[in-house]
């Protein structure tokens, strides 16, 4: 009997063993499969198109000599997708870190406000002080800390609600859209510059545009990794983080200033795109878990392949005419979003 006893707790500890084994190999090929399936897609999106190379000209082109067809593709095809991969992966990263901030695994920069407010201030530099271009992130980033300002405090009511974060969300969001669709209209709906931004078109961006999003958001992108393993106590009751130690306020303030800056830069040059801060999180749980070590890289690849994807399919569905790839996002991510609030027992009722 004795040793029956103990041999149940060993059993245990085993399987316990084995489980996560079997947890970190397939977040592993998870990682491996992804990461494979990003460099496919972006060979495939530089020879979409009517200017095709092979691997072998496209590495000859870019590091040993002058093709033509090389460099047609460099200027026009590169600056799209390298924007797609870096404002998909910190657009899905946002989501990632608003989810562990507000509790809320809906939470979204697109649902809840950010990008709208982000997406304003861009679009009232860009229309009425063109001579600050430059610092247009800086801008959208303050209408992000703006909007996440007006739902935080609006949603506080003895604690943070789901359900009041995600409803004032929606309204601060229509609020900021009309205010930008206000404004791209006083402007003659101009396309190359501020309904780029209110209708999330990446068709005419430059390397210009790339050198103003790059540093932003690899600074953002690397507090997000430093702040993952607090984002996983985040997750917990206040009490219980207090418990272990953790000033819940002031992480709270810094994880978010991460999250706004990275949806924010994303926003002002990418435009504003819903449901990619929510499809990749959900998507990466169930790959690779809830451990946030191991989500926000993955956050990373997923929403870089999720939104050049997006940008890919756009420009071939209707060829020669190109549809945005905001506009797929919400096709895709408007069903996603209905399938996930059905299937939550806690926000269905």
């Not at 980033?141 to 004032?168: C, D, E, M, N, Q």
Request: with cysteine; net charge positive.
């Amino acid at each position: 009997m004795s040793e029956e006893k103990l041999t149940v707790p060993e059993e245990a500890r085993r399987m316990d063993q084995s489980r996560k084994k079997k947890k970190t190999a397939r977040a592993a090929l998870s990682f491996i499969i992804l990461g494979v399936l990003l460099a496919a897609l972006v060979f495939a999106s530089i020879n979409i198109g009517s200017l095709q190379v092979s691997f072998g000209e496209l590495i000859r082109g870019l590091f040993v000599e002058r093709i033509e067809n090389v460099a047609a593709i460099y200027d026009l095809r590169f600056p799209r997708i390298v924007i797609s991969l870096f404002a998909g992966a910190a657009v899905a990263v946002a989501g990632v870190l608003f989810q562990a901030v507000l509790k809320n695994p809906l939470a979204d920069p697109g649902i809840i406000g950010i990008s709208s407010g982000a997406s304003f201030m861009a679009v009232l530099v860009t229309a009425f002080l063109p001579a600050l271009y430059f610092f247009t992130p800086l801008f959208a980033f303050g209408g992000g800390v703006l909007a996440f300002f007006l739902v935080y405090s609006l949603s506080w009511k003895g604690g943070l609600s789901p359900l009041r974060i995600i409803l004032t969300g929606v309204a601060v969001s229509a609020m900021f859209s009309g205010l930008s669709d206000a404004l791209n209209s006083m402007t003659g709906g101009n396309s190359s510059g501020v309904a780029s931004i209110v209708e999330g078109n990446i068709t005419q961006k430059t390397w210009e545009d790339v050198q103003t999003l790059l540093p932003y958001v690899i600074v953002g992108l690397v507090l997000a990794v430093l702040f993952s393993k607090m984002c996983n106590l985040m997750t917990l009751e206040d009490k219980t983080a207090r418990g272990l130690g953790v000033n819940v306020n002031l992480m709270r303030i810094l994880i978010s200033l991460v999250a706004v800056l990275l949806a924010s830069i994303s926003t002002a040059v990418a435009g504003a795109v819903s449901f990619l801060g929510l499809i990749v999180p959900h998507m990466g749980r169930i790959l690779v878990g809830s451990d946030h070590r191991a989500l926000v890289p993955f956050s990373m690849l997923a929403g870089a392949f999720t939104f050049l994807l997006a940008d890919t399919i756009g420009r071939t569905v209707a060829a020669p005419y190109e549809v945005s790839a905001s506009i797929i996002m919400s096709v895709i991510g408007g069903p996603f979003f209905i399938i996930l609030l059905r299937r939550s027992k806690k926000y269905a009722a």
